[in-house]
């Protein structure tokens, strides 16, 4: 029972910003790595961008010196603060977590339902 709720998404015009907030809950043991990732209309789910329990981050060219990837572990909540937002940013995005729910048990993946970014020229 790990549930992942996003929030932050919407319309914005091309060259501003939004940030994506994922929250973690539920029978969460430990918490690994968490990322974002995104979907536009017609296309496969592409990684945008990941960060590590350590704080180590990758980034997906297209975003690097405009996204910024963090966490918060107290409040296993992850963030994805979006700066000069263009129009091929416009996709559906989505949170995943990787956690165990207790000693016994492995890493399992879980994913957010996914908010919608639209960036209007």
């Known amino acids: 029972q790990v549930q992942l709720v996003e929030s932050g998404g919407g319309l914005v015009q091309a060259w501003g910003s939004l940030r994506l907030s994922c929250a973690a809950s539920?029978?969460?043991?430990?918490?690994?790595?968490m990322g974002w990732y995104r979907q536009a209309p017609g296309k496969q789910r592409e990684l945008v961008a990941d960060?590590?329990?350590?704080?180590?981050?990758n980034y997906i060219d297209s975003v690097k010196g405009r996204f910024t990837i963090s966490r918060d572990n107290a409040k296993n909540t992850v963030y994805l603060q979006m700066n000069s937002l263009k129009p091929e940013d416009t996709a559906v995005y989505y949170c995943k977590a990787i956690a165990s729910r207790s000693k016994l048990s492995g890493w399992k993946e879980y994913w957010g339902q996914g908010t919608q970014v639209t960036v209007s020229s």
């Open positions: 960060i590590t329990s350590g704080g180590s981050t």
């Open positions: 539920g029978n969460i043991f430990s918490m690994n790595a």
